[in-house]
């Protein structure tokens, strides 16, 4: 599967950014999916995942309560709804996915990558 993510951008503390990621090349319902983020300086961490479905989610902690994943697979496309945003969230976001087939949310372990899309918050 191709992945391409986009949506980021410049924002002030406290704003909001929608991102997404669309899919093409395979059955995007057949994949979990993810966001994951390196900030400047910092290795890449994991920020959200979602199952094939969209039935369950899961978040790190700092991103509690702000952002949403979600996904549409009729569109095959997955989201990411920012709010709240502070300066710490500043980075480069990507998408990924794996081949998944249970309800337990993956955090680890994907195989497929889009490129990097920019989020950059103010202060």
């Known amino acids: 599967v191709q992945l391409q993510a986009y949506g980021g951008g410049l924002v002030q503390t406290g704003g909001s950014l929608r991102l997404s990621c669309a899919a093409s090349?395979?059955?995007?319902?057949?994949?979990?999916m993810a966001w994951f983020r390196r900030a400047p300086g910092k290795e890449r961490e994991f920020v959200a995942a979602?199952?094939?479905?969209?039935?369950?989610?899961y978040y790190v902690d700092s991103v509690k309560g702000r952002f949403t994943i979600s996904r549409d697979n009729a569109r095959n496309t997955l989201y990411l709804q920012m709010n709240s945003l502070k300066p710490e969230d500043t980075a480069v976001y990507y998408c990924?996915?794996?081949?998944?087939?249970?309800?337990?949310?993956?955090?680890?372990?994907?195989?497929?990558w889009g490129q990097g899309t920019l989020v950059t918050v103010s202060s």
């Open positions: 990924a996915g794996k081949i998944w087939n249970m309800e337990l949310v993956p955090t680890n372990k994907f195989d497929y």
């Open positions: 090349g395979r059955t995007f319902s057949n994949y979990a």
């Open positions: 979602i199952t094939q479905t969209g039935s369950s989610t």
